[in-house]
């Protein structure tokens, strides 16, 4: 071999390397990159609030797994709190190690003292495990650890604090007109809320919730920590006009644009992030979520995020809007 040959592989060697490392701060680097999205969801009936451009705004977050050191992670999602919204919705995943739960509680803190729903995703009941990144890729269901995590206490403390369990049971609660004009409406705001347990590990019984949200609800939401396909189409079957979820991490490791690879569950990728109708009465929305396990501590064109959600009458928007 000649001594230019030689030297062309060793450079393209070093460039495929240099290339992998770089790709590898990038992608470690994001799982600390917050954002804040917002959507715009057109699912209330006409007549609703007495101004048909007033909205009713949720906080949605998930997929926490959270850590005990990530105190960045801890003051970003405390400091969420200085939004403007009504209703706080978790859709489960809050822990990532067995010490987590004081960080969930202290990033959570200031949002529990707002009206709070929840349900919980197999990562709140056990501990992550090391995963082969082609396994992943590949789509393939994994088996939950054999890790119990102490979720009982994390769930007393939601429920002390004020928040919901929906998990397996329906949720029905008024919130009154925002004394700062934030919708006009001369009766109170109803809202019917059921959920399931996490049907990516089978863990769902929707029977227990059968018969639909309460006739009186303004705003009927399902809540899943998987957006697993049967499970949307129950809820849309029963009369539910929004569906929220997480578990997706957005795909995590996406390609450039947010193009999501695989959604380690039933949804279609299109559908593995953000805001989307599910069928013509129904809207879905899918969180990114704010963490990732500790054995894939990377995220590729897919940051950490939760959501503000805007929910509108329909009409008074010809379609949703994200950003």
Known sequence: MSTNVLKTLIGAAAATAATGIATLVMASREIRQFELKQVTAPVLDLGTFADPQDSFHILHVSDLHML???????????????????????????????????????????????????????NDYFGPKPVNPLIYLQGKKRKPSGEKLPWEGMRAAFIEHGWNDATHQHVEFSIPPRPDGMWERSEKFNVSIAGVDDPHHDLDDFNAI????????????????????????????????????????????????????????????????????????????????????????????????????????RGNTEDYHQF
């Open 210 to 313: 059968a018969g639909g949200p309460h006739p009186d609800a303004d705003l009927a939401i399902g809540l899943t920590h998987s957006p697993e396909p049967y499970i949307l189409d129950k809820f849309a079957a029963e009369g539910y006009q929004l569906v929220l979820a997480g578990h997706t991490h957005g795909g995590q490791l996406c390609l450039p644009g947010s193009r999501t690879i695989v959604t380690n569950c039933g949804i279609d990728r299109a559908r593995a992030k953000g805001l989307s109708r599910w069928t013509e009465r129904m809207w879905l929305h899918v969180s990114n979520g704010l963490g990732n396990s500790k054995f894939v501590p990377f995220r590729t064109f897919c940051r950490p995020s939760a959501t503000l959600i805007h929910v509108v009458e």
């Open 68 to 122: 005990d050191s990530q105190k960045l992670k801890q003051k970003w999602v405390a400091a969420l709190n200085n939004l403007d919204f009504d209703l706080v919705i978790n859709t489960g995943d809050n822990l990532g190690e067995a010490r987590g739960v004081p960080g969930v509680l202290q990033a959570l803190d200031p949002l529990l003292n707002h009206p709070g729903v929840f349900v919980f995703g197999s």
